[in-house]
């Protein structure tokens, strides 16, 4: 598995420098295939494959490895220590690079490093959602090969926020409805049952203000509705 782990930490990282070495591959064994079937056809289809698989590699690495690591790996926590910005661009934005430190099972702390392109997350979303520096996240990897990560957005103290910033929104859209039309009955049904939605998906924490102000709130507008 740390074979394994290294060998897609290389081709998520250096997909520019992994296109060669892939076509190299392919057209090794295309070579192989040449000199077994005695220059029968078969042989260079061989290097269309590898040319397939290393364009393909540049854009698709990263999610392999996350499904990877995500299925194998062993759980641990990272940090940001230290970032900054590149002056290579990616969709108009600036490429950062970032310094980490992780924590394994064990308690042993391992250094890594990763940037923009190449961060590595779970569960799959054409977003790059990368830690605020300085604060704990999930992490999942390969004993043997610790460098290699998978960051667990979804159960990670930024990345909970970011889903409950998401799930927030059609309660605010459904209160400014209500506050323009008070007396709209399909507007406030509409408001009571994007609270219930929300409090039914982020009501786990009982101390939470904005789950209490909620609760409240949907108690009131069931009292109004009797």
């Keep these: 598995m740390a ?5 897609l930490f290389f081709l998520t990282y250096h997909p520019i420098w992994s296109f060669p070495l892939i076509l190299l591959f392919f057209g090794a064994i295309g070579a192989i295939v040449l000199m077994w079937r005695k220059g029968r056809s078969g042989g260079f289809s061989m290097l269309l494959v590898g040319f397939l698989v290393g364009f393909f590699n540049i854009f698709t690495a990263h999610y392999v490895n996350a499904l990877f690591l995500n299925a194998f790996g062993t759980s641990g926590t990272g940090v940001i220590v230290y970032e900054t910005q590149t002056n290579s661009t990616l969709n108009d934005q600036y490429v950062w690079e970032y310094d980490a430190v992780l924590r394994t099972a064990d308690g042993r702390d391992i250094k890594t490093t ?70 709209n009955p399909k507007f406030l049904e509409e408001y009571r049952q994007a609270l219930q939605n929300f409090i039914d998906k982020h009501g786990g924490d009982p101390n939470s203000p904005l789950i209490s102000a909620y609760r409240q709130k949907l108690e009131s507008l069931g009292k109004a509705k009797q």
């Design 3 to 7: 074979i394994l782990s290294a060998l």
């Design 114 to 183: 990763f940037d923009t392109m190449s961060a590595t997350t779970y569960p799959l979303r054409n977003a790059i959602l990368i830690p605020p520096k300085g604060e704990t996240f999930l992490i999942k990897y390969i004993p043997g090969f610790e460098r290699n990560i998978v960051i667990l957005t979804d159960e990670s103290p930024y990345g909970i926020r970011l889903l409950m910033n998401e799930d927030l929104q059609p309660v605010l859209k459904a209160e400014a409805q209500l506050a323009a039309s008070p007396a």
